[in-house]
């Protein structure tokens, strides 16, 4: 069985012949097990492969995707740049010496002051470059499950361009201009999917962070109101271009409230499943009937500080529990940071995959 008959077959509820696995990383939690195991650095996938990974990710859409679209930085402040979308960011970096990372911060929303979208322009999807997409499909496609991403693709893509208060009041007092820049996000990423669908993709991947730590950002009925009959109508598009397209849907921290609205519109693969704000053992035996759950392994405490013990228990026991019967696909919860455990960790973790997930299972 390879790579992408196994994830298929686990979508489909049945036990393939182990679990399959994928993780998330910084770039610079890559580039350290990279070097570590010599791989040639012109293939993305290289890592992926080597690692055993069973799925590999062409993302696209909004957002600074690093080593994807160009930055115009700014000449009077070197570090803040702008995107193609007119998003303004701040490069930060955190850590210090071997252990030391960067990342992104907004600084400048192109909409903060302004609700007339007659007077601004969205990037046009049909001029996104997919030669990735193409490369990966050719490459890899027989044997690995591939993803097309465009995650942050309503909800989270409207706050980016409009700033998250602003945006929030939007929801509530200005719902004419809401419904009109949700629309516009979405044609955007709907069309851009469209054409990674017809290219090969096994899984398309959206998603918008509903959840923070303890509840929603949104009420559970703003998001029937606003981004369910949107998901709805996308998850419909895409099936027209592939009957069988496997649908993702991305969320960080707490929205089981939700869960039930996904399963009614025909979601596959629900991702993360942040194991912090909600218990994946509880989780998949309330909906894995319908849901394959992509992810469960906390990136918050265990993958970047915990002990070798501790990241060896933390796979078992999501493949004790959420393993059986199929529809699990092991998973750091979210990308994983540099620090002095990181890398250990990582190796811990496949480790741990490779001795206690095949089926059936002893753990």
């Not at 990735?132 to 027989?142: N, P, S, W």
């Not at 993709?201 to 730590?213: F, L, P, R, S, Y």
Request: some cysteine; charged content about 25%; proline content about 5%.
């Amino acid at each position: 069985m390879n790579s992408k008959e196994r994830v298929l077959t686990a979508i489909g509820h049945k036990e393939p012949d182990r679990i399959p696995r994928f993780i998330f990383l910084t770039p610079e939690v890559s580039d350290s097990l990279s070097n570590i195991l010599g791989l040639d650095s012109s293939d993305s996938y290289a890592l992926d492969v080597e690692l055993g990974n069973d799925m590999l990710l062409c993302y696209r859409g909004i957002g600074d995707i690093p080593g994807v679209y160009k930055r115009k930085y700014d000449e009077k402040v070197p570090n803040e740049f702008y995107d193609r979308w007119g998003i303004k960011y701040r490069e930060v970096n955190y850590g210090k010496d071997k252990f030391r990372g960067k990342y992104t911060e907004m600084v400048k929303h192109p909409l903060a002051d302004n609700t007339d979208l007659d007077k601004y322009r969205i990037p046009n999807p049909s001029e996104e470059d997919l030669t990735a997409m193409a490369d990966l499909v050719e490459k890899y496609g027989h044997d690995y499950a591939i993803i097309a991403g465009v995650a942050c693709t309503i909800f989270e893509a409207s706050w980016y361009l409009r700033g998250l208060e602003n945006f929030m009041m939007d929801l509530k007092h200005n719902r004419d201009f809401a419904n009109e820049l949700m629309d516009m996000v979405m044609q955007y990423h709907l069309e851009v999917a469209r054409k990674m669908i017809a290219m090969g993709a096994d899984i398309v991947w959206v998603g918008d962070d509903v959840g923070m730590q303890s509840g929603m950002y949104i009420s559970p009925q703003d998001f029937r109101d606003f981004l369910k009959p949107r998901y709805a109508h996308m998850f419909n598009e895409f099936r027209k271009i592939k009957k069988d397209i496997k649908i993702a849907y991305h969320s960080d921290g707490y929205m089981e409230p939700v869960i039930p609205d996904f399963i009614e519109i025909g979601l596959d693969i629900l991702n993360p499943v942040q194991p912090s704000c909600m218990n994946p053992y509880e989780i998949k035996k309330k909906y894995g009937k319908n849901l394959t759950f992509w992810g469960t392994i906390d990136v918050q405490k265990v993958m970047p500080f915990g002990t070798t013990a501790e990241v060896i228990g933390e796979v078992k026991e999501r493949i004790r529990t959420v393993g059986p019967d199929g529809g699990f696909i092991l998973c750091s919860a979210h990308c994983i940071q540099p620090s002095d455990r990181a890398v250990d960790n990582i190796f811990a973790y496949y480790w741990a995959a490779n001795k206690y997930s095949n089926y059936p299972l002893s753990v």
